[in-house]
């Protein structure tokens, strides 16, 4: 019975080491991942609009004998107000001024529409509509870009360095024209616009 009890002993004693030694087995398998960390929110900011070139003025460059009655004024996303009197061909007035993206966010040029010119004799004026028209059909006015390309849909504005474009707006009675006028024409110059969305 001793001889049974101590064969129980090692048994129970052979038993526990071998849980023990499985445990100790599995233990070496074992791997903890884990994830941590913090996240931030920064919302961003949209911000497209007109500036100045240098200073705080929009001057006019005029050639031939092309006047500035009322130099235009620029706010954040207007320029407006500018009144010139071009008096033959070869006269012309142009404005620089620049489009920036100071917001966090690119952009993307999505619609340009230029505004059109319409001419009608000045009040009190002996010039004709057929005068008026003809001129119309020679003035040009142009917005392109200070490199002389054209403003194209899907320019990229980008928010990061260099994140501006410089414009030339520029009305112009051609030098080659040959068309004389008897009096006065009032030049109606319509709306161009800019709409820049998120790129």
């Known amino acids: 019975m001793e001889k049974e009890r101590g064969a129980k002993v090692i048994a129970i004693v052979a038993l526990l080491i071998a849980v023990v030694g499985l445990t100790i087995g599995y233990a070496a398998y074992s791997t903890t991942l884990t994830i941590d960390g913090t996240a931030n929110v920064d919302p961003a900011t949209w911000d497209i609009h007109f500036a100045y070139k240098s200073g705080d003025s929009l001057t006019a460059a005029k050639t031939g004998n092309a006047v500035e009655n009322t130099a235009p004024s620029l706010a954040?996303?207007?320029?407006?107000?500018?009144?010139?009197?071009?008096?033959?061909?070869?006269?012309?007035?142009?404005?620089?001024?620049?489009?920036?993206?100071?917001?966090?966010?690119?952009?993307?040029?999505?619609?340009?529409?230029?505004?059109?010119?319409?001419?009608?004799?000045?009040?009190?004026?002996?010039?004709?509509?057929?005068?008026?028209?003809?001129?119309?059909?020679?003035?040009?006015?142009?917005?392109?870009?200070?490199?002389?390309?054209?403003?194209?849909?899907?320019?990229?504005?980008?928010?990061?360095?260099?994140?501006?474009?410089?414009?030339?707006?520029?009305?112009?009675?051609?030098?080659?024209?040959?068309?004389?006028?008897?009096?006065?024409?009032?030049?109606?110059?319509?709306?161009t616009t800019l709409i820049y969305n998120q790129a």
């Open 76 to 191: 954040s996303t207007t320029i407006s107000g500018f009144d010139v009197t071009l008096k033959a061909p070869g006269d012309s007035v142009t404005y620089n001024f620049l489009v920036v993206n100071g917001g966090t966010l690119p952009a993307s040029l999505d619609t340009f529409n230029m505004g059109t010119l319409t001419c009608a004799p000045a009040t009190s004026s002996n010039a004709t509509t057929e005068e008026a028209t003809n001129l119309c059909k020679e003035l040009k006015y142009t917005l392109t870009y200070a490199d002389k390309s054209t403003i194209t849909t899907g320019t990229q504005l980008p928010a990061t360095t260099g994140n501006q474009k410089e414009l030339v707006l520029k009305l112009e009675w051609p030098s080659a024209s040959t068309l004389e006028i008897s009096d006065d024409i009032k030049v109606t110059i319509g709306t």
